[in-house]
């Protein structure tokens, strides 16, 4: 039997499949992770949302808004602080407040700015103020 007629694959066309691969799986994966990231985003801004919706429920069984000390916990067990709320018939949430998808705490803040009655905010990806894209603040305010 003579070498040449042997069939199957030489060394040069295997690595060059194996680089097709690479090249396509990377692709793929870079893809996948802009998509993880633009779901993040979502995934806070629905969270400000319901959050938000919670602290209209609960300024209308108390008319106040809890105040920055007690904070969003207030959406989950009665406050202990001043000013203490009457007519909390809470909690205003199904279970205590998340972190956002990142990780950090979410800021609440009264009263908000332009005159708003509140503020919350996910620092984004990044958990520092300000950024662009997926590091970016996303608020009540602007969503």
Known sequence: MNIKDQSGWT??????VLSIILILTSTVGFMAAGYVDKARVISAKTQIENLSMALDTYFMDTMQF????QG???????PILEPLPDGWDGPYLRKPVA?????FSYEYQTPGPNGLPYSILSLGKDGIPGGEGTSSDISSWEN
């Open 66 to 69: 809890p105040s920055n000390e």
């Open 11 to 16: 060394f040069i066309e295997t690595l060059i």
């Open 99 to 103: 972190k956002d998808p990142w990780g």
């Open 72 to 78: 969003l916990d207030a959406l989950w067990t009665k």
